[in-house]
């Protein structure tokens, strides 16, 4: 059963554009949602998180908006950069209790390749 | 500077074989992972563990093993390969008991190909 999903396997896009990248969660008790970038032929590197008491996480062109009642996040990249093309993983994280340490097990998506088109 | 590695980064081997990936990190965490990557998966967790001697299976964990003797090293052994072990292996580490978003750390991947 996967707990965490990434409906669109790809995104096209032009350069200066908004690029949306979605996920869908079902266990209603992940705490912490962060989105990783990967790089063929690399490990993933962190990019972004937001915690489930904010709707709204923003660093410079990335936001992170969460919406905890329709079990949804996305990440918006403006503008888009050629640069960006890259695979999106969302990953949640499961806390114990509010403002306690975490389990360190992340649950991954299926992850999305984003192209982004000079 | 602190650092996560894996070696070897490609490694062709037939089935039945004993194979062990290495993973090394030196950022003195606690928490390690192993990862699978397959087209359409995702990132799917093998085995991890949570410090020396603690390990727990994840997933995916058939046919997989760990080891945890010290800080550094969590080496993933395939007891005896399969074709559907093809895939590409990634290592991750992470701080114990942050109260952050639980960022964990990735290092740079093992392309197995299991004849």
């Known amino acids: 059963d996967q707990q965490v999903k990434q409906n669109s396997p790809s995104l096209s896009v032009q350069e200066g554009r908004i690029s949306i990248l979605n996920c869908d969660y079902t266990n209603s008790m992940f705490d912490y949602f962060l989105w990783y970038k990967k790089y063929p032929a690399e490990g993933p590197t962190f990019l972004i998180s937001?915690?489930?008491?904010?709707d709204k996480n923003e660093d410079g062109r990335f936001t992170v908006f969460l919406n905890k009642s329709a079990k949804h996040l996305s990440l918006h990249i403006v503008p888009s950069q050629p640069g960006d093309s890259a695979v999106y993983f969302c990953a949640a994280d499961l806390h114990a209790g509010a403002g306690g340490t975490s389990y360190g097990k992340l649950t991954f998506g299926q992850g999305t390749i984003l192209t982004v088109h000079p | 500077d602190a650092e996560i590695t894996q070696s070897p980064r490609h490694k062709i081997t037939e089935t039945g074989r004993q194979v062990t990936l290495a993973c090394h990190q030196t950022?003195?965490?606690?928490?390690m992972f192993w990862y699978r990557q397959d087209l359409g998966h995702g990132l799917r967790l093998i085995h991890y563990s949570y410090g020396v001697q603690d390990t727990n299976k994840g997933e995916v964990s058939d046919g997989y093993s760990v080891s945890r003797s010290n800080t550094e090293d969590l080496p993933l052994t395939l007891e005896s390969a399969a074709s559907s072990q093809t895939s590409v292996y990634f290592c991750?580490?992470?701080?114990?008991?942050?109260?952050?978003?639980?960022?964990?750390?990735f290092g740079p991947g093992t392309r197995l190909t299991v004849l």
């Open positions: 937001i915690s489930s008491i904010k």
């Open positions: 950022w003195n965490h606690n928490n």
């Open positions: 991750a580490s992470s701080e114990w008991g942050t109260s952050g978003n639980g960022e964990q750390f």
